[in-house]
């Protein structure tokens, strides 16, 4: 009887030998994934520094994007004494709104929004 139990115990210890060795092999893998996310990881972040520092210096030429816009912006200026499209809207949502028309249809017929009404109606009262 004895020997049956040291039999079936040395086969309990051989099967988690067996266990442990998996397991030992699995954390191996896990180890080697994580390395390898590192290395892309940081491969992607020196990546992306060098595009931003490419972009940096292309954007710190003679024009910055902004002094671009703003240069664009001057060009198309509207002539003295016309209305820009921005303050003939204006116009329209405050003579419409003082001939009794609701927010609500005034925005509905310029094809702009209720809160955009509001703040023109807003400015004009300043």
Not at 83 to 107: F, H, N, Q, T
Not at 109 to 125: A, K, T
Request: glycine fraction near 4%.
């Amino acid at each position: 009887m004895a020997l049956i139990f040291s039999l079936l115990a040395l086969m309990a210890a051989g099967v988690l030998w067996i266990k442990l060795q998996s397991v030992a092999g699995e954390l191996r893998r896990v180890k080697n994934d994580k390395k390898e996310i590192e290395q892309l990881l940081i491969y992607y972040t020196d990546e992306m520094k060098r595009d931003n520092e490419r972009l940096r210096a292309e954007w710190d030429g003679p024009e910055s994007p902004v002094e671009e816009m703003e240069a664009i912006e001057e060009d198309s200026a509207m002539p003295e004494g016309e209305a820009s499209p921005k303050e003939s809207l204006m116009d329209r949502v405050i003579m419409l709104y003082k001939e009794g028309w609701k927010e609500k249809d005034i925005a509905k017929s310029l094809s702009i929004g209720q809160r955009e009404v509001h703040l023109f109606l807003q400015m004009q009262e300043k």
